[in-house]
Each structure stands twice: as C-alpha cells, then as structure tokens.
C-alpha cells in the first residue's frame, strides 16, 4: 500500500525512503506507536531494508502487544476489551517527525487530516489472540469521551505497553531487513546518532480493518 504523505522513490511509490541526515536532528516516526493507526484499514505488516547504517546507536525497539494485554489485571481487561480509540494523524508529536520529510518528499495529501475509530483491544484475524490496539502516537481518546476524561487511563496503557519485558531490540546494519506484524507490535527508533546518516527503505503491506 502507498504510504500516506511521504511520496514514493523513483519509479517505486510504494517503497518510501525512511532517513536522516547528518545535519537532522527530529528522526522520522520516533515515537513509540502502530503504523498509520489513523487509518480505517491500517497496515498488516511493515518491512524496513537498511540502506546505510550509523556507525553506532539507530537501533529500533519492538513491543508486543500480546504480552502487555495479557499482562492487565482481569478487570482491566473487561473495561477495555468494550472501548473504543479515536486515532488522528495530527497528534503533535509525531506530526513534528514528519516535516523533514515532507519538506523533501511531500505528497499532495500532505495536509489531510485523517482520523479512524478502532478497538483498543483488537483480535488478531490469524491467531485469535488479542492486543492493545492503542499507541501514544496516534490514539487521542476514546470515542463518546473528552481527551480530559481519557488521558488518565490511555497515559497508564502508554506506559505500560512499553514496559522492558515486552521488548526487544533490534541492530541494524547495511542489508538488514525487519518484517513484524503490525496488529500487535509497536516500535520506536531510537534517535542516538546525531550527525550521521541512517538510510532506510520501507515497504508497508495491506491489511483490514480493526476487529473486537
């Protein structure tokens, strides 16, 4: 699927170049979040081919979602298993990691505000597990409530779907490529190598729609 707001390289518009240069501070998507939650059929599955590694540091964490739902207490998991998030492709934080990129490769929806309603705990489609489905990124409230009366509750699920012993992390060098599953993974990239580059090529795959 094409990538909202980033154009394509040459020749390929589904493949995206995902870097940072030397003189760039902000790192692209360096939040912890779930691609493009903010769409209504967001991605299965993400690729990322590293093109040109720092010397040091770039790494990227993942997190299971699986294991941080399963981790909630019972009561925990029925008051969240009927709730629904709104996800926005405006939240200021990750907005900001975009504009370098943007300003270099810029599609001409580069300005939509996209918006999508998903259960904070979805069922994996394959293996009927279920996920936290919410992310600091993307996930402003829950639908029928103010982000007031939401962000107490999605500030504790943002800390603890990060917790260390639902990581890993994994180290790039040139040639590497990583696949992980969407629906119940999130990442984040560490920005750890000011004034070097990191050069990557991504690819994200279709998937459907969130289901409880």
Known sequence: MEYPFVSG????P??????????EIVNFGG???????????????????????PPYGGDTLFANQVLAYEALSEGMQRLLDGLVAVNTSA???????????????GRAD??????????????????GRKALYVNCAHTARFAGMTEEESAPLLQFLFTHQKKEEFTCRFRWLVGSLALW??????????????????????????????RH
């Open 9 to 12: 390289i040459p020749g390929f």
């Open 14 to 23: 589904v493949i995206i170049e995902v870097k940072k240069l030397a003189h």
């Open 31 to 53: 939040v912890w979040h779930s691609d493009t939650a903010y769409l209504e059929q967001p991605p299965m599955a993400t690729l990322l081919l590293a093109r040109e590694a």
């Open 91 to 105: 939240k200021a934080d990750v907005s900001r990691t975009r504009e370098d990129r943007l300003a270099e490769a």
């Open 110 to 127: 580069q300005h939509t505000h996209y918006e999508a309603e998903h259960p904070v705990v979805r069922t994996h489609p394959e293996t």
């Open 181 to 210: 599953d969407n629906r119940c993974t999130h990442h984040y990239p560490v920005n750890d190598y000011h004034g070097f580059r990191r050069v990557m090529h991504r690819i994200t795959l279709a998937g459907d729609r969130p």
